[in-house]
């Protein structure tokens, strides 16, 4: 799960430091390539990390319904730990110490936390296609945040956009689409609480919203202080995503309290092959997938990056539909549609914007260039 809000890292300036770095894109379209199959995988590893038989929901977890957001701690403060060694081997100590903190900083942190931990939630509780088309309404939801509070104009397309990611929405959760309701193609709005395979379905599809509002606010608040160091403000953010992961965690472990609702205290009895896969999503999710992140940040131009980003989607409903034989219909298909495009279109349109304006200024730079020439020749004469 990338910020497709944020301008490119700045770990880009050449040994010098001038700043004259020069991207590499192949390089870097490989990295977010790599980066978004490893944030792609998180269904998978969570569930390893979780079930009582990883391939049936129905059997349960060797845990209580809260070990995703606690399996999001870890994944989070991992995180920590490789942006502490990149701070120390990259010598920016004095940097993070020079770095005021701000309330934007410390929200963007808290809130991708706290989404986390909700989707790894959803990925349990609800299928796969659920829980990654939900959290994809965070682009359109950074949109929404920034002109309700930094009255940012919003275009036809991204009004547009907004109209596609919520009919996507009702396509993927099965209230619109092709045999609803008994019909050809028709409305349900009697939401489905509950599956053989997955009996807290309502609440995983829940938590698969709550998370992509909550990546939506993060990317909002990710907007701010554009003039951080990346690996700088890296530490701050991933510090606070584990608090906020860890509220989360607290929060529904407390539940555990409640008469009825004794499923959600933790109760981690983990076996072997859990602990395999909670290390793996640790370590994939987290300091691999990350430090490719950055890697495609320091080489792709921001609407690249943002557009690519969208492969995690892919990535996860192919383990849906692969390793956990979800079926994915064609109202999954044209929701994973819509929302995909109402969240990559923007991107795609600054992404081609972007190249011409590189070409436009190839094009002025190669002119100016020949007429110094001519002008050369002139006097020379």
Known sequence: MADTNNKNPDMGNGKDGSGSYEMRLGFGTIAMLISATGMGLVPLFSRWATRTDMFDGAA??????????????????????????????????????????????ALGGLMIGMSLACYVTSTLLTTVSNAVLFIYIGPVICVLLARIFRKEPMSPLQWICLGAVFIGMLFGEGLLGFGVGGQAFGFDFNLVPSTPEFPMKGIGDAFGIASGFFYGASMFFNGYRKDADTTARGVWNFIFAVIGAGAITIVLNSLGATPGMENWALNVHFTTFNWIGAVLLWIICGPIALGFLLVAGRNLPAADYGTIAYWEVPVALFCGLVVFGEPFTINTALGAILIIGGGAIPSIKGMVAGRKQKQREEISENLAARLEEEADKENLR
């Open 60 to 105: 349960g977890f060797n845990a209580g319904d809260s070990i995703g957001a606690l399996m999001a701690v870890g994944r989070m403060g991992m995180g920590v730990l490789f942006f502490l060694i990149l701070m120390v081997a990259t010598h920016k100590v004095h940097v993070f110490k020079k770095l005021k903190l701000t309330p934007a900083i």
